[in-house]
């Protein structure tokens, strides 16, 4: 068994276990290696910079978490929050960005992108709810936009899981807990002709600690289809994603110090929504010789969001209320194709890397005022299509045995084409940004390499926000913002496995932002903010002192500032971030992790006189097997019972009963200590 580019800090360890799941995936056009629990580390791999990595799925399996989402903390200095419901997409923080829920962070699923521009709800708004855990057998990050086939969004970063391409062994189990909440998932995979055909499918209900019940339904399958022999490797997969739930949003603080609402109180207990997810996929990989491959991959998605928020409760509406519904209705069809080759007529190492990427969107997405989840007028309803071509080449040379460099560089084309049903902001337009990267890997001596890296980047706005001409609530004239809003960045960094069983990694950035502006969907309308800068520290650290037990640490420093601005803090821009885990891989039997997170303070206002608390959370599991097929899991997600908060804002809403808005905090409580047991069967 191989597994690929396990070669930094901060990424997992490939473990070898030989109940192990999943068949792995034919790509070998790069270097690989297996790290075992409780042997020292080689730098192996070609890693660009000290902030990429990989993990593998016996680390996802034996790390606890509470939701989908949490997945995305394997990423270093990453977390992942919840303000509504547990069918929306989670709020992300990572190297000094709010990311919202996905404005500067890019995700894919199997070459497939998530993240999802001229959203009704956020621009970038990237949902991994439909992610089925059970078939993931790695997830790869890399942090800053240095990276040629990084495209929209991929500026603090990006992640891509992968699904496996078949099941060794069928699996089915079945996971109660508290607060109402149930899971079952099954998968197996048939031998078909010359290939494996794979089905798998979960469902999820649970009502939560909240006063009222979320009523939580999540449904997801999959079918794909794999085939593969010598020089080819191709796959057909089809998922489908429906969840429907009632949300609890975040509180305000004056309403439950005064004791007039719960923790787990609302204040609209109409909100909610329902969201789904549909996808088509082709995979293909051919070694077309010992020099060169090619990859091509081919995607059809339906999506669609319908969501009810009220975050202002009475100040806009003081009979109706100010509830709103969001939706979005769309279809999109995407490629991604790379061809690699190593160039001999070079006089040193070479290899070359040509790519394409194009995306289509067909969108209607609106914003309408509501009651009670009844429409009684819209602020905005519009058709946009959109289109992103992209074209990117990348040469890697070796000059030394200490030195080699990657450099690249990408071109993309943003089109976009707006027609507003109700009033004055249609248009069309597009621009093109060209983004250089360059990355130098200098190692002075076995068991340590530096990094400098610098790139540009970016990440689409809104084409409503590019073509908008009226405020569509107030009637103003509105200004419009730059289709596509570019990044720069610099990094340097190390990495070391000279202490013994011990992989270290520290880097700094820089990085620039033209403009934090971007398209509201909670307003329907765009704000302006002025450009940015950040800067930060990251260390990671894995250590395995024995066979069967590894520790993971990671700590971030970030200074998030708006520029030319006196008042120039960034909301919600959380200066500190730290997380310490443990995992026990079959010690007689038993298996496990423990994981602590810390989500520091961050303000809330542009002044800075308002900021949010810290966050720290505990979450624990433990599994025995009870044979080879049969194992009992416990999870206790928040152990030490903390009443933190999970996400906090600051602004202007207004109660039943109060006689003008009033500014305050109000926030999304940690859910309770719970517990969970899952009984898991192999066949």
């Not at 199997?110 to 709810?129: E, F, K, L, R, T």
């Not at 969004?153 to 089915?172: C, N, P, V």
């Not at 909240?210 to 339904?217: A, I």
């Not at 299509?385 to 990348?394: F, K, M, N, P």
Request: overall charge negative; aromatic content about 10%; some cysteine.
């Amino acid at each position: 068994m191989f597994v690929k580019n396990c070669s930094l800090l901060g990424t997992a360890v490939a473990l070898i276990i030989n109940s192990h799941a999943f068949a792995q995936d034919s790509d070998t056009s790069h270097p690989q290696e297996i790290l075992v629990f409780g042997s020292d580390f080689n730098l192996q791999g070609t890693p660009v910079s000290a902030t990429e990595g990989t993990v593998f799925q016996k680390q996802l399996e034996l790390r606890p978490i509470s939701r989908t989402a949490e997945l995305l903390e394997f990423v270093p200095g990453l977390i992942a929050t919840q303000h509504s419901g547990e069918g929306k997409a989670n709020q992300y923080f990572v190297r000094g960005f709010n990311l919202d829920h996905g404005t500067d962070f890019a995700i894919k699923l199997d070459h497939m992108p998530v993240n999802m521009p001229s959203h009704g709800h956020g621009q970038g708004y990237a949902d991994i709810n439909f992610v089925i855990p059970e078939l993931v057998y790695r997830m790869t990050y890399r942090k800053g936009p240095y990276y040629a086939n990084g495209g929209d969004f991929a500026t603090a970063g990006e992640a891509e899981f992968s699904y496996a391409d078949r099941l060794e062994q069928g699996q089915a189990n079945l996971t109660l807990g508290e607060n109402g909440y149930q899971r079952v998932f099954a998968g197996q995979s048939f031998e078909l002709g010359d290939g494996a055909l794979t089905l798998a499918g979960a469902l999820t209900r649970y009502n939560g600690p909240w006063d009222m019940d979320q009523d939580l339904d999540k449904r997801k399958t999959l079918v794909k289809y794999h085939q593969q022999d010598e020089d080819v490797s191709w796959s057909i997969t089809g998922m489908s994603y429906d969840n429907s739930w009632d949300s609890t949003d975040q509180i305000p603080l004056r309403a439950v110090e005064d004791g007039s609402l719960s923790r787990w109180g609302n204040i609209d207990p109409t909100a909610g929504g329902e969201s789904r997810r549909n996808s088509l996929s082709f995979d293909w990989h051919q070694t077309l010789s010992a020099q060169s491959d090619w990859r091509f991959n081919a995607y059809g998605i339906d999506y669609a969001m319908d969501l009810y928020s009220n975050f202002t409760y009475f100040a806009v509406d003081p009979v109706r209320g100010d509830q709103f519904q969001q939706t979005d209705s769309r279809r999109i069809a995407g490629l991604d194709s790379e061809y690699h080759r190593q160039l001999n007529g070079f006089s040193i190492p070479t290899e070359l890397r040509l790519g394409v990427q194009h995306r289509y969107d067909d969108i209607h997405v609106g914003l309408h005022l509501t009651e009670q989840r009844q429409r009684y007028d819209s602020v905005r309803d519009d058709y946009v299509q959109q289109s992103l071509s992209s074209t990117y080449a990348a040469l890697e040379q070796q000059w030394t045995d200490r030195i080699r460099t990657e450099s690249s560089l990408r071109v993309d084309h943003y089109r976009f084409d707006v027609t507003d049903l109700l009033g004055q902001n249609s248009g069309k337009g597009n621009d093109t940004l060209l983004s250089p990267k360059f990355n130098l890997i200098y190692a002075p001596v076995d068991g340590v390499e530096t990094f400098v890296s610098a790139g540009r980047g970016f990440h689409s706005n809104d084409a409503r926000g590019a073509t908008i001409v009226q405020d569509p609530a107030s009637g103003d004239p509105a200004d419009t913002v730059d289709p596509l809003a570019r990044a720069r960045s610099f990094e340097v960094g190390m990495r070391t496995s000279l202490l013994p069983k011990t992989q270290l990694a520290v880097s700094a950035f820089s990085m620039r932002l033209s403009s934090e502006l971007i398209y509201v969907g909670d307003a329907g309308a765009t704000e302006a903010s002025d450009a940015s800068q950040r800067e930060g520290v990251e260390i990671n650290s894995l250590y395995t002192p024995t066979n069967w037990l590894l520790f993971d640490a990671a700590a971030t420093w970030t200074k998030a500032r708006l520029r030319g601005v006196d008042e120039n803090r960034i909301p919600n821009a959380v200066r500190d971030t730290a997380s310490l885990g443990m995992i026990i891989n079959d010690l007689d039997g038993w298996s496990g992790g423990i994981r602590a997170r810390y989500l520091g303070k961050a303000p809330l206002i542009e002044s800075g006189e308002v900021f949010s608390d810290s966050t720290v959370l505990l979450n624990g599991q433990v599994t025995y097997a009870f044979t080879p097929s049969v194992s009992l899991s416990v999870e206790l997600l928040n152990m030490l019972d903390s009443k933190d908060r999970d996400i906090t804002y600051f602004y202007e809403s207004q109660l039943q009963g109060e006689v003008a808005p009033v500014e305050d905090i109000h926030f999304h409580p940690v859910e309770p200590r719970s517990l969970r047991v899952s009984l898991t069967a192999r066949f």
